[in-house]
């Protein structure tokens, strides 16, 4: 059983940048990553997503609101996946959620894709 935790979340105002982390259990390491979120009201909505080590080591996509803005990244060493945020806007609200996936579907960044959940860390983006 795959078990994943986030941390990193916290307030800060817009413009400023925050950087998540997901640790998870050795099962991870030849699974694709990715970040969501889901803002109040909405849908969860994928972020970023990140390839294996095994193969495709570093490939990454992004949704078109994070992009130039958030960097996803892994440390396989340390079982921990990374988003760093820049540039934060308020619209970037929401609880941010780890999840990892066998599935070459990975990059779509659809809910579905993704099989391991880990419970989020909440951002704050204030004007």
């Known amino acids: 059983q795959v078990q994943l935790v986030e941390s990193g979340g916290g307030s800060v105002q817009a413009g400023g940048s925050l950087r998540l982390f997901c640790t998870g259990s050795r099962m991870t390491y030849n699974s694709c990553m990715g970040w969501f979120r889901q803002a109040p009201g909405k849908e969860r909505e994928g972020v970023a997503g990140i390839s294996t080590y095994v193969t495709t080591y570093g490939r990454r996509t992004y949704a078109d609101s994070v992009k130039g803005r958030f960097t996803i990244s892994r440390d396989n060493a340390k079982n921990t996946l990374y988003l760093q945020m820049s540039s934060l806007k308020p619209e970037d609200t929401a609880m941010y959620y780890c999840?990892?996936?066998?599935?070459?579907?990975?990059?779509?960044?659809?809910?579905?894709?993704?099989?391991?959940w880990g419970q989020g860390t909440r951002v704050t983006v204030s004007s």
């Open positions: 999840a990892a996936t066998n599935s070459p579907m990975w990059r779509l960044l659809r809910t579905w894709a993704y099989s391991a």
